[in-house]
C-alpha cells in the first residue's frame, strides 16, 4: 500500500474534483465567453467556482481572480504592486523564508533597482510582527509574508503583522502567500487586513495548473499579461474551466475544523512515534500547523533517506519540492546547522492519511538510520 | 523538385586498400541514422555518398540534421537534381538557389564535369550558368576571389547536380570500424563528452554506469540514460550496463581511510568495468578525466587508478580545459542534463579532504585489507541492461 506523505508538494485530485473535470471537458465545454446558450452554461461554472473560491476566503466574488496556480499568483501579486505603486516608493519587504516564487520575485525587482529587505524568522522558524514593523517606513510599498511556512508548518500571525503595518503606514500593499494554509485554517480576507492573497487547488485536492489571486476590492496592480477581458484583464486567455471548476468543487468539500482536529491527532502520533527512534530530531515548532512536520533523521542526507524510503512505499520530501537537492534555505533561515539541515526531512499530511502510514514511516526511518552509512 | 544529399568521405580518402570497408561501415552508419523518417538510396562514386531519398514526402530538413551528426563525413550539400542538359541546369539553378541568391551581393559558379560526354567544358558550363543567373538577379556582382555564395554544378555520371554552398560534416572516422570501448559514465559535465569524442575516431561504445541506490536516485540514472541517447545521436545505438554499487561503497566507507574513500571507489570501479569490458570485448575503457580537474584527477591520483586495471584506458579530455569540455557538451546538446542536479555515485561519500597525492603503495594496503573481491562479482553478475537509442528520445 502507497503511504504518500509528502501533501504540501501536492495532493491527489478528489474524485468529485475529477469527475467536474472530465465533465467539464466533455460535455459542458463551452467557451464561457462565447454569446451562445453552451457558453453561458460555461460561464455559470465559472461563476460557481468563483463563488465558492470566494467564501473560502470570506471574501466577495469579484475580488478573486483565476490564474494558473500559486506561483502566477505571487508573481502578478508582487510585480503588479510594485509597477502599481513604483512612483509612491522604492521598498518591498519580503521574508526571507518564502517559496521561491517570492523570493526569485523579489530579486528581480531587486535587479530592477527596487530596494528589497528581507525579514529573517525567529528560532520558532515564524516571522515576527516587532521585525516587519522596523522596516516599514513612507517608501514601503509592499509586505509579503506567507500565511504558513511550506517547509515547517509556522504559522505567521498574518493577521496582527498586517494590522501593525496599516498602522504604521496605511498605503502599504499587505501580501500573503496562503498556499499551505489554504483549505487547512479558515481564512478571512478582511481580519487578515491583507490586500492581496495567493491560492493554489492542487494542495487541497484540485487539480494542478489552478490557483487564484484575492485582490481585496479598491486595490489596483499592473497586470504582466494582456489579451482579452477575462479575469477582469488581470489574467487574460480563455479560462482553464475544467481546472477551475474543480478547483471550486474541491473547495466545497473542505471541513477546515473536522481534519484540522484529526490532522492534530496524527501529527501528535507522528511526533510520539518518531521521538521514539534513536536519531530523530523535531524541527517544526509545537505550534506549528499540523499539517506540516519537519524532522531531521540521524546524519543520513534527505535525499539518500527519502530514496530509502521509497522501498516501503512511503512518499516525503526534502524540504521544498521545488528546490529539488538545495539546501533548505528555511531551516538555514532559523538558525538550524547544515549537518541537521541537510538530514531534514518534510512529512505532511492529508485527509487522506491514516496511523498506518506513520508506523510505516517509522518502520522505514528505523530501518534507513540502522542500514544506511552515516556522512 | 528532386533533391537529394552529397556526401563527402573526410578522413576515409585517405585509407588505402581498407578504404571500401570504411565506406561500407559509413553507408551502414548512415542507413541506420535515417531509417526512421522513410526509405534512402544510398550509393557511393568518386568519394562521394549519394543520399537520395525514394519519396518526394520524406523530410530532407531533419536527414540533413541527422547526417551533420555522422562521423566520417567532411562536408555535404543538399542538391537539386536535373536533367544532363545546359538547358536544364540553366532553367534549375535560379529557381532552387533563389532565396540564397537574393540574400547575397556576390557569387561565383563551380562546375565540375566528371562525366566527360558532356558537350560544354567546365568553364563553359560557368560562363552560361552565372549568365544566366546575372540575367534573373540584377543585383548581383561575380567575384571568383571572394563570392558571399558558391553556386555549385556538379555533371556527374548519373545527373545534374545544383548546389550552393556545402554544410560541414562532423568529421572523424565512421563509428565502428576503430573497435569496441566502454565508457564510464556518471551524468557529470565530462563523461558524454569522452564519449562523444571517442565515437568520433571510429569507436563503438558500451556504457558503464555506477548506481548506489538509495544514496543515489532513480532520476540520476534516467539522467545517465537521456545523455548516452543525445551521445546516440553521434555513436549510434549502444548498450549500457548499470552496476548495483550501494554495498562496494558503504565496505568503502565502513573499512578504508576517509582520504582514501575515492581513490579506492575508482579503483573499484576500473576493476569492475574491466571485466565488463573484456566480456563485451571491449579492448579499451573511456573516462572523462582531465588532469587536475579535481583531487581525484591529479597525475598522482590518476596512477593510482590506472594500476587498478591491465586494459588500455583513454582519457580524451585529459589536457582539456573545463570550459573546452563545456563548450563541446553545449554543442552535443548534454550541457543542460548534465547539470541536473541529482546526486552521483562520485558524490555520495567524498571526504573533507581527500589525497592529492596518494601512495601506490598505501592505496593498495589499503584496499587490501577489506575483501572486496566477492562483492566485485555479485556486482558484476548482477547487471541492469538498458538498450540506448537516439530514437528513443
Known amino acids: 500500500m502507497e503511504h504518500y506523505l509528502d501533501n504540501s508538494a501536492t495532493t491527489v485530485v478528489s474524485v468529485n474534483a475529477a469527475k467536474k473535470a472530465y465533465e467539464i471537458m466533455t460535455e459542458n465545454y463551452g467557451n464561457p465567453s462565447s454569446l451562445h446558450l453552451k457558453g453561458m452554461y460555461a460561464e455559470q461554472e465559472l461563476v460557481k467556482a468563483r463563488r465558492t473560491v470566494a467564501k473560502t476566503l470570506a471574501a466577495s466574488s469579484d475580488e478573486i481572480f483565476f490564474t494558473s496556480g500559486g506561483t502566477e499568483a505571487n508573481n502578478a501579486a508582487l510585480l503588479g504592486t510594485a509597477q502599481a505603486k513604483k512612483r509612491r516608493g522604492n521598498k518591498i519587504v519580503v521574508s526571507s523564508i518564502e517559496h521561491s516564487s517570492i523570493i526569485e520575485t523579489a530579486k528581480k525587482l531587486e535587479n530592477d533597482g527596487f530596494d528589497v529587505v528581507y525579514i529573517n524568522p525567529r528560532s520558532d522558524g515564524a516571522i515576527h510582527k516587532e521585525d516587519v514593523l522596523n522596516q516599514i517606513d513612507s517608501s514601503t510599498i509592499l509586505v509579503s509574508v506567507m500565511s504558513v511556512n511550506n517547509e515547517t508548518g509556522a504559522v505567521m500571525q498574518i493577521s496582527d503583522i498586517f494590522s501593525a503595518v496599516k498602522a504604521k503606514n496605511s498605503e502599504v500593499v499587505c501580501h500573503t502567500d496562503a498556499v499551505q494554509a489554504f483549505g487547512k485554517l479558515t481564512l478571512n480576507a478582511r481580519k487578515m487586513n491583507a490586500d492581496l492573497i495567493s491560492v493554489s487547488g492542487h494542495k487541497v485536492h484540485a487539480p494542478k495548473g489552478c490557483g487564484a489571486l484575492y485582490i481585496k476590492k479598491g486595490v489596483r496592480i499592473v497586470p504582466f499579461h494582456y489579451g482579452g477581458e477575462q479575469e477582469g484583464r488581470i489574467r487574460p486567455g480563455t479560462e482553464a474551466l475544467p481546472l477551475i471548476a474543480a478547483f471550486g468543487t474541491a473547495c466545497d468539500e473542505f471541513k477546515i475544523d473536522e481534519n484540522y482536529r484529526k490532522i492534530k491527532l496524527l501529527n501528535d502520533y507522528a511526533r510520539k512515534n518518531l521521538a521514539n527512534i534513536d536519531g530523530v530530531v523535531v524541527n517544526s515548532a509545537e505550534n506549528a500547523l499540523p499539517y506540516v512536520l519537519n524532522i531531521s533523521a540521524g546524519r543520513v542526507r534527505s535525499e539518500t533517506m527519502l530514496h530509502f524510503l521509497e522501498e516501503f512505499d512511503v512518499f516525503v520530501s526534502s524540504g521544498s519540492a521545488c528546490a529539488k537537492g538545495k539546501p533548505s534555505h528555511v531551516l538555514q533561515a532559523m538558525g538550524i546547522d547544515k549537518n541537521r539541515a541537510d538530514s531534514a526531512l518534510r512529512i505532511s499530511f492529508s485527509k487522506y492519511n491514516t496511523t498506518d502510514d506513520i508506523d510505516e514511516l517509522c518502520r522505514g526511518i528505523e530501518q534507513g538510520l540502522k542500514v544506511l552509512a552515516h556522512r | ?393
Open chain 2, 1 to 393: 523538385m528532386k533533391e537529394i544529399l552529397l556526401l563527402k568521405d573526410g578522413e576515409i580518402v585517405l585509407k588505402g586498400l581498407n578504404r571500401r570497408s570504411f565506406e561500407d561501415v559509413l553507408k551502414k552508419n548512415l542507413k541506420y541514422a535515417l531509417r526512421s523518417l522513410g526509405s534512402f538510396e544510398i550509393t557511393s562514386a568518386q568519394s562521394t555518398i549519394y543520399v537520395k531519398p525514394l519519396s518526394e514526402s520524406i523530410d530532407l530538413d531533419e536527414a540533413c540534421d541527422r547526417v551533420s551528426r555522422v562521423f566520417g563525413i567532411a562536408s555535404f550539400s543538399r542538391a537539386a537534381v536535373c536533367e544532363k542538359t545546359i538547358e536544364s541546369v540553366l532553367e534549375t539553378v535560379p529557381v532552387y538557389l533563389e532565396k540564397e541568391l537574393n540574400a547575397v551581393k556576390t557569387f561565383k559558379v563551380e562546375a565540375k564535369r566528371s562525366d566527360k560526354r558532356f558537350p560544354l567544358k567546365s568553364p563553359e558550363i560557368c560562363r552560361e550558368t552565372g549568365g544566366e543567373i546575372l540575367s534573373k538577379f540584377p543585383h548581383l556582382k561575380v567575384d571568383v576571389h571572394n563570392p558571399e555564395l558558391t553556386v555549385n554544378v556538379e555533371i556527374r555520371d548519373f545527373g545534374a547536380y545544383i548546389h550552393g554552398e556545402p554544410h560541414k560534416g562532423a568529421g572523424g572516422i565512421p563509428v565502428g570500424t576503430g573497435g569496441k570501448a566502454a565508457i564510464l559514465i556518471s551524468g557529470g559535465i565530462d563523461s558524454p563528452v569522452a564519449a562523444y569524442m571517442m565515437a568520433k575516431r571510429g569507436i563503438q561504445l558500451t556504457a558503464i554506469h555506477f548506481a548506489s541506490p538509495p544514496y543515489t536516485s532513480r532520476r540520476a540514472e534516467d539522467k545517465v540514460v537521456r545523455l548516452l541517447r543525445k551521445v546516440s545521436k553521434y555513436a549510434g545505438s549502444m548498450t549500457m550496463y548499470t552496476v548495483p554499487f550501494t554495498k562496494i561503497q558503504e565496505k568503502i566507507k565502513e573499512e578504508c581511510p576517509e582520504e582514501l574513500f575515492t581513490i579506492i571507489m575508482r579503483r573499484l570501479m576500473m576493476q569492475i568495468s574491466s571485466k565488463i569490458a573484456e566480456r563485451n570485448d571491449c579492448l579499451a575503457l573511456v573516462t572523462g578525466e582531465s588532469l587536475g580537474q579535481v583531487a581525484s584527477q591529479t597525475i598522482g591520483a590518476l596512477a593510482c587508478t590506472d594500476d587498478a586495471s591491465d586494459m588500455l584506458v583513454f582519457r580524451p579530455l585529459i589536457g582539456m580545459d573545463k570550459q573546452e569540455i563545456i563548450d563541446i557538451s553545449y554543442r552535443i546538446d548534454t550541457y543542460n542534463i548534465s547539470i541536473e542536479p541529482y546526486e552521483d555515485c562520485c558524490t555520495v561519500f567524498t571526504p573533507k579532504h581527500p589525497r592529492t597525492r596518494p601512495v601506490l603503495k598505501y592505496v593498495k594496503e589499503a584496499q587490501e585489507k577489506p575483501n572486496f573481491e566477492p562483492l566485485v562479482e555479485e556486482a558484476v553478475n548482477n547487471l541492469k541492461v538498458t538498450h540506448i537509442s537516439a530514437e528513443d528520445e
